[in-house]
């Protein structure tokens, strides 16, 4: 089975994905389908949510035709097995540094000889059949996207190693905690924020891998090599918005 994720992605069509945060029911995922979203992220790194509430969103996602990815609690490797057989497609791993980090992850995520996953039969993406190991292992690690998240100079000194390793998909600049840790919180022109980028975007290009940029929508820093992902907002930002504005137009 192709991965129609990652291969809109090669093909260079808009694809805009959606921050779950806030949300605790399926109803956000309708949403995001209503509203010409191709993809989730359920946060479990920034909220309180459930290991159960990601893996229901995850499994409606599917259902719906959205790609259901999870950023998982930054270190907390033990989760990503359990969010994949509950339906999650993608992981999203955060403040990678090192190789052997990357490594730990990519091999969470696939089962063996290429990793280690834990061996099941039944998951939402078949239906819950249960599906014999030489059918259900090609198909799933086919399918699960790993996306490694670069937010510290250590990450982005070492991005064409990380690149490099067997089984990531996308290597991903999370633009917030760069900049704290640059020294300058929130300014994306800073020249180590393009250097980043420019330094990322070679290594994915040396290793066939792609590149997403989050925290920012600035367009010149978009055409330094990131792929046409979009994060379009978290929920929980986009209800705060919206209450805003509604309360403005009607004080008007």
């Keep these: 089975m192709p991965n129609a ?14 921050g779950v945060r806030g949300s605790r029911t399926a109803d956000v995922v309708r949403i995001a389908a209503a509203t010409g979203h191709h993809a ?7 909220s309180a949510m459930s290991f159960d509430v990601a893996a229901q969103l995850c499994a409606a996602a599917s259902d719906l035709g959205l790609t259901p990815l999870v950023r998982v609690p930054e270190r907390d490797y ?8 509950g339906g999650a497609q993608g992981i999203v791993a955060p403040r ?9 992850i990519s091999r ?20 819950m059949r249960p599906t014999p190991a030489r059918e259900l292992n090609p198909a799933l690690d086919e399918q699960v996207i790993v996306q490694m998240l670069l937010e510290t ?9 990380i690149a490099a390793v067997d089984g990531v998909d996308m290597l991903a600049i999370g633009a917030n905690d760069l900049t704290a840790e640059l020294g300058a919180p929130g300014d994306y022109g800073h020249p180590g924020v393009r250097s980043a980028v420019v330094s990322a975007a070679d290594a994915c290009a040396r290793h066939g891998k792609l590149l997403m940029l989050g925290g920012t929508s600035d367009p010149a820093l978009f055409a330094l090599g990131a792929c046409p992902l979009r994060l379009t907002g978290m929920d929980s930002e986009l209800l705060f918005t919206a209450a805003r504005a509604r309360v403005e137009a009607l004080t008007a």
């Design 5 to 18: 994720f990652l291969d809109r992605l090669r093909a260079g069509e808009l694809t805009f994905m959606l």
């Design 40 to 46: 989730i992220m359920v946060d479990l790194e920034h």
């Design 78 to 85: 033990g989760t990503i097995g359990r969010l994949l057989d």
């Design 96 to 104: 990678i540094e090192t190789v052997s980090e990357a490594q730990t």
């Design 108 to 127: 969470a995520c696939r089962f063996p000889p290429r990793g280690q996953r834990s061996q099941i039969a039944m998951v939402p993406q078949l239906g």
């Design 153 to 161: 100079p250590a990450g982005i000194a070492n991005a064409d190693a």
